[in-house]
Every structure is written in structure tokens, then in C-alpha cells.
């Protein structure tokens, strides 16, 4: 069964500063792996999709790798803004040709302090 | 609509009521997803929806647990004789399809129901 792991659970940084969240898998037969953010109350918007013969995706302040192999994703946030302020979860989709529901982690917390 | 709605935001029920939670998603989605997320978890998946199909329903806790999609638009997850571990936000996804177009696997998420069972 696979499963995903997010650490940390919980980060605070000062405005400006540049971070790394980390998301890792047990099960390297994915079909692609989401980034995710969820702002309290609300549902989860997608940031990033990273096909698994893909190594990296970047979009505006955020890159996101992927190492298949090794089980492993990081998300790199460029000088953060407090409207980063957020929960970031992670996910996995299994091969296409199943029912290709995301697992996912656990989340990390992330606040950005002025 | 512009996005997946789900209604009603949130429900409060007392022990051993019955709700029925609501998904509209994406107009042409022809997959629809739920998930429950218990406070402080990721979302955990209940069950799939390829058009009116039920492909999927290996996550549904219990047989207290009961969906459908009747007409391949509009879902209802009804959950019979609530528990207090019943309580959690209940999410709802759309994406056009499932298939190899990562366009097309995009899940659209609505803002979930959040349910309190008493």
C-alpha cells in the first residue's frame, strides 16, 4: 500500500527567506505527483503536476523535483511572502488504467511571519 | 459552473442521523472523486466515478457509506446513522478524464463539506 510522508509537519519562517518542504513515497510505480495547497475552510488547489518521466516543473516562485527512484519530491518556495501562508499536501497517482485516486500526505503547515 | 460546488459547507447531525452531502462538479467532468480529511490528515480517498459508473468504492469506511451519480453529472454521498468518527471535511474532485493527457488528470477540488457529527 502506498504511502506518503510529509516533513515537516509544520514550518515558520520570516518574510523573504527561501524553503524546501519535503514529500517522500514508499511505492515508486507512480503515474505523477501533485502539489497541493489548502488554505483553511477551503478546498486544494493544484500548484504543481510532475509526470513521472518528468525531473522537475517551476512555475512562477515555486519549483517542485521529483526523484522517482528514490521516493522523493521537494517543493522549493522562493522568497516567501506571507500569503504563502498555507497547508502544502502532497500526492500520488497510481499507473493510468487504475482508478487514478491521489494518496496523499499528511501535509505540511506552513506560516510566513512578517 | 466555474468550479466544483459542494453543499451544503457545513452540517451539523446528532448521533445516528442521516445526511446526504452534495457534489456539482465541473460541467463535461467525466471523472468525480470524494475524499474525507480528519482534522490534521491529508484527504483519504472513498470512492470514483466515471461518468454514472461507480468504478471504485474501495475507501467507503462502512456500509453506512453509500454514493452515486446518477445521471453522470451531480453526486451525493449519503452517510447513514452517523458516529462521532464520522466527522470530517468531505471533499469532493473532479477531472475531464482518466487517461494519459496529465491535462486531462487534473483534479479540480470543491471547498468540501464540513461535517460535525454531535
Known amino acids: 500500500k502506498q504511502e506518503v510522508t510529509q516533513i515537516p509537519a509544520a514550518l515558520s519562517v520570516p518574510e523573504g527567506e527561501n524553503l524546501v518542504l519535503n514529500c517522500s513515497f514508499t511505492d515508486s510505480a507512480i503515474y505523477n505527483l501533485q502539489w497541493f495547497r489548502q488554505d483553511p475552510g477551503k478546498g486544494l488547489t493544484s500548484l504543481l503536476l510532475i509526470q513521472s518521466s518528468q525531473r522537475e516543473q517551476t512555475s512562477g516562485r515555486l519549483n517542485a523535483s521529483l526523484d522517482k527512484s528514490s521516493g522523493r519530491s521537494t517543493l522549493y518556495i522562493a522568497a516567501s511572502q506571507p500569503g504563502d501562508s498555507a497547508t502544502y499536501l502532497c500526492a500520488v497517482m497510481p499507473w493510468a488504467g487504475t482508478a487514478s485516486k491521489l494518496t496523499f500526505g499528511t501535509g505540511t503547515r506552513l506560516q510566513v511571519t512578517l | 459552473g466555474a468550479g466544483v460546488s459542494q453543499s451544503p459547507r457545513y452540517k451539523v447531525a446528532k448521533r445516528g442521523q442521516d445526511v446526504a452531502l452534495r457534489c456539482d462538479p465541473i460541467s463535461g467532468h467525466v471523472s468525480l472523486f470524494w475524499y474525507q480529511q480528519a482534522l490534521g490528515q491529508g484527504p483519504e480517498f472513498l470512492t470514483y466515478?466515471?461518468?454514472?459508473?461507480?468504478?471504485?468504492k474501495s475507501g467507503l469506511p462502512s456500509d453506512r457509506f453509500f454514493a452515486e451519480r446518477p445521471e453522470g453529472s451531480v453526486s451525493t454521498l449519503k452517510i447513514q446513522r452517523t458516529q462521532q468518527e464520522d466527522s470530517a471535511v468531505y471533499l469532493c474532485a473532479s477531472s475531464l478524464a482518466a487517461g494519459s493527457s496529465s491535462a486531462k488528470n487534473i483534479q479540480y477540488f470543491g471547498a468540501g463539506t464540513r461535517l460535525s457529527v454531535l
Open positions: 466515478f466515471q461518468n454514472e459508473a461507480q468504478l471504485d
